[in-house]
């Protein structure tokens, strides 16, 4: 074999911080040392991996290439050790969430992963949609859990369970008495709305598609119990999914809607990168995840 481990490490490092000393770092070697292997793996092949943009290492076509394959080689290498050493555990997961997945879901499924295998780590990494694809697009993740319909090339996108958008306001609100919410009045009230590049801001649009332009968007924010303090605050109606308002409606600080003229229901996803070797942790996260319902895990005697 022409070439080492340690350099498709040293190239997958640069490749992420897109700075050679980072990436020596990283890895808890001297810069001369890993530049002189990177250095190295280009010669012998005669190719070039970067482009140096100012004071960044970018990759190049080649590179770009040539990274999908030697993450996988490397997540092989990691597994095959393991195998060897005859543990075969789920080792360390990297896992992206979106907000209401990550807040509302993922911590049961994590806490239960980690009882079923002991000795395993999981790290949660909560953002939007877009981020977190983003993200497992880079190999920064290991999996996404997402709300959002996605569409890249590099990313398999699996199915994985229904949800569906609550419309909803406080209980002094004008509408938390009526039996159902009309067109006119949904152009009528003020809304307070998750940020655009969000999977639930994303159904909610198509949910109300021909009625987009004519809504009243008083406040674009983040983070789901945001939300709804400032629904609960009289500030506008909300839009949320159900698994963040249970709590809140059998406590009744806050009221569904009903909207029946509009389709609100979505799913979930599980997204990996295609290249992503899938290593017993992955799979045992997934059938995991596979196995947790609306009650959570069904009891095991």
């Keep these: 074999m022409k070439y080492t481990l340690r350099q498709l490490e040293i190239f997958l490092a640069t490749a992420r911080f897109e700075n050679i000393s980072l990436a020596a770092q990283s890895l808890n070697l001297s810069q001369s040392a890993a530049s002189g292997a990177l250095k190295a793996l280009e010669k012998h092949f005669d190719i070039q991996l970067f482009d140096r943009v100012g004071k960044r290492l970018q990759l190049n076509e080649l590179g770009k290439l040539l990274r999908p394959q030697a993450q996988a080689l490397i997540e092989q290498a990691d597994s095959f050790e393991t195998t060897l050493k005859q543990h075969n555990h789920a080792g360390h997961l990297k896992i992206g969430a979106t907000l209401s997945i990550g807040n509302y879901l993922a911590v049961s499924i994590i806490a239960e992963f980690m009882r079923q295998n002991p000795g ?67 152009k009528q009230a003020t809304w307070i709305l998750r940020e655009p590049g969000s999977g639930t801001r994303q159904a909610f649009e198509w949910a109300m598609h021909g009625l987009l332009t004519e809504l009243n968007i008083l406040i674009e924010l983040q983070h789901t119990e945001a939300i709804k303090r400032a629904v609960t605050a009289g500030l506008g109606i909300g839009c949320l999914s159900h698994i963040t308002l249970e709590d809140s409606f059998q406590q009744k600080s806050l009221v569904p809607l009903r909207v029946a003229h509009r389709n609100f229901k979505r799913q979930f996803y599980f997204i990996l990168h295609k290249e992503k070797f899938r290593s017993a942790g992955i799979s045992a996260w997934l059938q995991l995840c596979q196995s947790y319902n609306k009650n959570g895990f069904a009891k095991t005697t």
């Design 120 to 186: 395993s780590k999981v790290t949660l990494d909560v953002a939007n949609t877009t981020n977190i694809a983003s993200k497992v697009s880079q190999f920064e993740l290991d999996i996404g859990l997402i709300e959002g319909e996605l569409n890249s090339p590099s990313l398999e996108v699996i199915p994985w369970r229904d949800d569906e958008l609550i419309v909803f306001c406080a209980p002094t609100h004008p509408f938390a008495n009526k039996s159902q919410i009309t067109d006119e009045e949904l």
